[in-house]
């Protein structure tokens, strides 16, 4: 810890790895990285928060910039990834009973640099990081040896950007909200909004005691922007970890 509301830490990984079972269809990407490789990072990531509870956030906000380097102290692969990541929650209503209608608001963006990266460790949206769209399937598409798009394959990007979101209301007691919600993002190879995503939807929120203060989030969205090849998905189930 530093102080009251900032916390910094190191990490180091070391791994060695190989992709198994790839087809003679797969991207040329993905066969690119098939390995095995031996992989050896260190990062520093430091946070800021101000959030005032863990469990049902009400005001507050929490900054993170995460730094990491691929190949300072050996392995196959040399890059660099950065990213930021910040949410903030404002309190709009407090009802006679104390519960909280809250508006959360989320930005995200992160840069590949310095060398290449695998395609497992790039970046990729979907899922709970963009709801509407299937899990890690925002990114673009990889070719076969012919050049042309494999379109059921993401093989991630250099360059990530999400902005979203979310009102939620209580609805019965200390068991259900209400939420309403818009994400939106991209994922490229290189900086901009090409090939921008957005998505709206609604969902609830259970709490149950028994399995600890994180809800259960069940969520229907609706893509309103999206691109040629994207594989969307309308239900989405998770625990609605806030960070």
Not at 9 to 27: C, I, K, N, Q, Y
Not at 67 to 79: E, M, T, V
Not at 126 to 136: A, E, I, K, M, V
Not at 187 to 203: A, C, I, K, M, T
């Amino acid at each position: 810890r530093l102080g009251d509301v900032w916390y910094g830490s190191l990490r180091f990984d070391a791994a060695s790895v190989e992709l198994t079972g790839l087809s003679a269809v797969e991207p040329v990407e993905v066969q690119n990285d098939a390995g095995p490789e031996t992989l050896i990072s260190t990062g520093l990531i430091l946070t800021r928060t101000t959030i005032d509870r863990m469990s049902r956030p009400t005001r507050g906000s929490r900054m993170q910039w995460d730094i990491a380097n691929w190949g300072l102290l050996g392995g196959d692969r040399n890059f660099n990834r950065v990213s930021a990541d910040y949410t903030t929650y404002l309190a709009l209503d407090r009802d006679f009973l104390g519960r909280v209608t809250t508006l959360r608001l989320d930005g995200q963006v992160g840069q590949i640099f310095g060398g290449e990266a695998p395609t497992y460790d790039e970046f990729y949206l979907g899922g709970r990081s963009l709801r509407g769209f299937q899990f890690r399937t925002v990114s673009p598409r990889g070719v076969d040896a012919s050049g042309d798009i494999v379109p059921g394959v993401p093989v991630g990007g250099r360059f990530m950007v999400f902005l979203g979101a979310q009102y939620q209301r209580p609805l019965i007691g200390e068991f259900l909200d209400g939420v309403i919600f818009v994400d939106s993002g991209t994922v490229n190879d290189d900086p901009g909004f090409d090939q921008y995503r957005l998505s709206v939807g609604f969902g609830i929120r259970v709490y149950i005691p028994q399995l600890g203060p994180t809800p259960l989030a069940f969520d229907f969205a609706f893509p309103i922007l999206k691109q040629e090849y994207d594989q969307t998905q309308l239900f989405s189930f998770s625990a609605d970890l806030p960070f």
